[in-house]
């Protein structure tokens, strides 16, 4: 590892013009290219302290051992250079996004002497015409054979067409008129030339003239009484307007643009592009990318136009082309795009109607794809495997964590305080064994301290199964260890004919949600509860097996704090077979208990990309929770708090009252009008009311006007 200060230029060499930069390691092999308007304030970014620079930024520049640059007239030539260099060097701390197929497109070879109509992959050709890409290459032949009807062109290879002009007879495709012959000589090279640059002007979008001509030439057809010759004109017709069916409107006419979203998260990201021509999307890719240097969602984009549109030209580039991020260097890569294309390009975030909507398409496809691509990473037992051998090796585990538990602590503000526990089985989310807990021991924000209380009471209730089930039990004095099952405690009395109590120093086992500690550590009346939507796995008695299995592995959504709190409370219940870490989003950095400094798993590795997923998951379960509980919170009434009272009387009530300060109005008498309030019920309402009644009315201080209270329900 290089000490960046070892190779650091002094600043008087750095000029403060644009230009490119390198670094590159001991082995003179370059590992990251990067442009900077003023070269001398980018490159003393990294020259500063270790500690303030992001992880990735900081291994890069300690596996570096030198830097260089090359000074250029404008920004436009440092992102056309940065753009070259990236593709000759391929330095392996780039951002490289990658097809996770090769896309197939429709190709025109202009540069033939009669030009051809084929599916094409891989690297684009010089002279040749392409469209798409295409998600599949049958939608490219389905097209293609539509519109033979129209735009007769060669479509047969080289050897097929020397052979026709060889022997003087074409192919099928000539005899039925799905090829204009040009091998035969029934087309001069003019017309077949020309017949190619009306399919690729169909091809580019527009449409609307030769389908308003073919009408034309059949209404004239028609009435000249040629009806076999205009019944061919109206099928060419509808051919075209089958073709046109197969790319869905989606903006208006002749709008030519490119709409690029991105899905990222710590690790990777996705990359989706519609190519919009004539107000039709024409195709569709695709790219995934590592995050291997500290990027945003401005240089992604950037990124991902540079690898879009550094081979095009012409109309390969189009008039728009709309991004959800803009570059840091807007008017740069506009300009370079513009070079691009030899005409003014838009490049821009759309605001408002069919382009924000469309956008919004492409985003939902990135996020789809991002997370198919996670799907199948995940999916992949070899890999499962894999991963949980490298956070066996890295922890120092003594055997695979097939079951890990991960938990995390959210609230908005140190209001509505939760945890979530997620659990993962050989790799795989447990949804079934999802957990949630209100935090009940103390009011306020404390995630260590909420941390000791969540992990306390999951391994308390997990201590309690087993003694209940027998398979744990204090130890005795003496006697034979039972051989059977064990029977409950003495003082307990026979046991019942239903589901067995707990010992009676513990107090019957709830049937409900599980309470929380009190101050005092005691069970007390929070929750702990499935997921919305999410059953719960029974035993054989019929009662809810919450917390019957124990993990090999706990994770912390946390730092050295809340790995210190999780394993603190295992220590005071006594469980020393079960191993504790915490995961550090910002630095993606795994701590262990009584360690100063943090377990760094390779970025690459499947181990840090299984404790990243265990993770989120943990994260995004707790945050739906809070935010369900918050929402319920805002629309809580006075009534809820009336024990007996179900949502169907409340309703009643509000009904007849017409509101919650009339209600509070009311005498009990006109309370047990209402149909199914008893007196005691009404009694309940009138206090619970009494105790939540405004102090006194609110005052406007400008005019003196009392503000009349009409909380219709809530408050």
């Not at 569709?284 to 945003?296: H, N």
């Amino acid at each position: 590892m290089a000490d960046p200060s070892s190779y650091r230029p002094k600043p008087g060499q750095i000029p403060d013009s644009p230009g490119v930069y390198k670094f590159r390691d001991e082995h003179r092999r370059v590992i990251y290219v990067g442009k900077a308007k003023n070269l001398r304030q980018r490159l003393a970014n990294y020259f500063q302290d270790l500690a303030g620079l992001h992880p990735r930024t900081r291994t890069m520049v300690t596996t570096a051992a030198s830097v260089e640059w090359t000074v250029v007239s404008t920004e436009v030539e440092a992102l056309q250079l940065e753009y070259s260099w990236i593709k000759e060097f391929d330095p392996r701390f780039n951002v490289k996004y990658r097809d996770d197929k090769s896309y197939p497109y429709l190709a025109v070879t202009l540069n033939e002497d009669f030009p051809r109509v084929q599916v094409m992959r891989g690297a684009k050709k010089k002279g040749v015409r392409y469209f798409g890409p295409y998600g599949h290459a049958w939608a490219i032949r389905e097209t293609v054979d539509l519109m033979l009807r129209v735009f007769p062109v060669r479509t047969c290879s080289a050897g097929v067409f020397k052979n026709a002009a060889r022997t003087g007879r074409p192919c099928l495709l000539g005899y039925i008129g799905k090829c204009s012959a040009p091998c035969v000589g029934r087309v001069t090279p003019e017309e077949h030339r020309e017949l190619a640059e009306d399919f690729c002007d169909f091809m580019a979008g527009r449409t609307g003239t030769y389908i308003r001509r073919l009408e034309k030439d059949m209404m004239a057809a028609a009435e000249e009484m040629e009806y076999e010759r205009a019944a061919r004109l109206r099928d060419d017709a509808e051919a075209l307007k089958r073709a046109m069916e197969k790319s869905a409107v989606v903006l208006a006419d002749a709008t030519d643009a490119d709409l690029i979203a991105v899905a990222e998260d710590e690790l990777e990201a996705a990359v989706q592009i519609f190519h919009v021509r004539g107000g039709r999307v024409r195709g569709q890719r695709g790219w995934v990318t590592d995050k291997v240097e500290a990027v945003d969602t401005s240089g992604l984009v950037e990124h991902a136009l540079q690898q879009l549109y550094g081979e095009e030209t012409g109309d390969s580039v189009p008039k728009e082309v709309l991004v959800p991020a803009l570059p840091e260097e807007t008017e740069a890569v506009a300009q370079w795009l513009a070079d691009r294309r030899g005409s003014q390009v838009s490049l821009r975030i759309p605001q408002r109607g069919d382009k924000k909507d469309l956008m919004a398409t492409v985003q939902r496809n990135a996020q789809q794809a991002l997370g198919l691509h996670k799907t199948k990473r995940a999916s992949d037992l070899t890999t499962r495997s894999r991963a949980l051998e490298e956070i066996t090796e890295a922890l120092g585990l003594d055997t695979a964590p097939l079951r890990i538990e991960c938990y995390d602590i959210s609230h908005l503000q140190g209001d509505d305080v939760v945890a979530s526990m997620v659990v993962f089985e050989d790799g795989l989310a447990r949804k079934s064994e999802y957990r949630r807990f209100q935090i009940k021991g103390f009011e306020g924000q404390d995630d260590v301290r909420s941390m000791h209380e969540v992990i306390g009471r999951r391994f308390k209730r997990y201590l309690q199964d087993k003694e209940r089930t027998g398979e744990w039990e204090e130890p005795r004095e003496s006697g034979p260890a039972p051989t059977g099952p064990v029977p409950a405690p003495a003082p307990m009395g026979p046991a019942p004919a239903g589901p067995v109590p707990a010992p009676a120093s513990i107090g019957p086992a709830p049937t409900g949600p599980v309470p929380a500690p009190g101050p005092a550590g005691e069970l007390g009346p929070a929750a702990d509860d499935p997921g919305p939507g999410e059953s719960e796995p029974r035993e054989d008695d019929g009662r809810p097996k919450r917390f019957a299995y124990p993990p090999q592995l706990v994770v912390v959504d946390g730092g050295q704090p809340q790995v210190a709190a999780a394993k603190r409370a295992l220590d005071e219940l006594g469980i020393d077979d079960i191993a504790v870490c915490g995961l550090a989003k910002r630095l993606e950095e795994v701590w262990l208990p009584g360690d100063d400094d943090p377990v760094v798993l390779p970025r690459s590795s499947e181990g840090l990309y299984l404790l990243q997923r265990v993770r989120d998951e943990a994260h995004r379960f707790a945050i739906t929770y809070q935010r369900a509980k918050r929402a319920k919170r805002i629309r809580s009434s006075p009534l809820d708090d009336v024990t007996g009272l179900g949502e169907t009387r409340k309703q009643a009530l509000i009904k007849h009252f017409g509101s919650v300060k009339k209600l509070r109005q009311a005498t009990i008498d006109e309370i047990c009008e209402v149909p199914g309030i008893g007196r005691r019920t009404a009694e309940s309402v009138a206090a619970a009311l009494a105790s939540t009644a405004p102090a006194a009315p609110a005052v406007n201080t400008a005019t003196g006007e009392i503000i009349e209270e009409d909380d219709g329900g809530t408050s």
